[in-house]
């Protein structure tokens, strides 16, 4: 009996500690999402893989953010889920929490998810083409910010999938799987060039679009249901 209250109690204090050094992190502040909240919740949860893997860059000048809404030009609002703004440029993730094989080009409307059902047989899934998601994402982007800066563009999916046949032209498009964002993010900070925003600009860049990231329930809701009266349509 006291061996299973240790390790009771050891559970107890492991949890204590991952709780209070998620409450200490950027997104906690920024989102207000609680630790329990946010790791069961897979939306949220894929966001925050993102920043956890990269929260080292905070350290480097760089600023998070997170669930970002845009204005689009018909009033509705588009979401980016979470952004980098970093010297070398801004960088806007796509987090996608698929399972199965993945299937791509970046020129097609459609993608498929192809899932296994056993005995050889697989089930197909179609879904908008995440690359042209996050070209909206983009463009909503810079209509607020301009074209002065560089905006890279990384679809994250989940580690739960593979990456069967994606087809990307675009050099400032990639599209990987999270244990694999180390190394798309070398891409964009390795090459030896001098910064290209100023740490001025990151701090101006970060204030102006932090209030977009801050909105009311009402928006959000409204948002959600824009996405389910356009998908019925």
């Keep these: 009996m006291p061996l299973l209250i240790l390790i009771l109690l050891i559970c107890v204090v492991i949890v204590v500690i991952k709780v209070h050094a998620f409450n200490k992190t950027t997104y906690h502040k920024s989102t207000n999402n609680s630790y329990f909240g946010t790791i069961h919740d897979i939306g949220k949860n894929g966001e925050y893989q993102i920043f956890k893997q990269l929260k080292f860059l905070e350290s480097k ?5 997170f669930n970002v809404y845009l204005p689009k030009d018909n009033g509705e609002t588009t979401e980016i889920d979470v952004m980098l703004i970093a010297p070398k440029g801004i960088i806007v993730f796509e987090s996608k929490n698929y399972s199965g094989w993945i299937f791509g080009n970046e020129k097609y409307k459609n993608w498929t998810q192809t899932l296994p059902q056993g005995k050889g047989k697989s089930r197909k899934e179609h879904f908008f083409n995440p690359i042209m998601q996050n070209n909206l994402h983009i463009k909503c982007l810079k209509n607020i910010i301009g ?3 560089p905006v890279h563009s990384i679809i994250a999916f989940s580690e739960r999938c593979t990456l069967k046949d994606i087809t990307v032209y675009s050099k400032d498009i990639q599209v990987i799987k999270r244990n694999d964002i180390h190394s798309a993010i070398g891409k964009i900070f390795n090459p030896i060039e001098n910064p290209i925003i100023s740490d001025d600009d990151i701090e101006r860049l970060y204030d102006l679009l932090y209030p977009y990231s801050q909105v009311s329930e009402e928006t959000k ?9 356009n998908h019925e349509k």
Aim: aromatic share 12%; glycine share 6%.
């Design 61 to 65: 000048g760089c600023k998070f953010l």
């Design 221 to 229: 809701q409204k948002h959600i249901q824009n996405i389910k009266d």
């Design 147 to 149: 074209e002065d800066y």
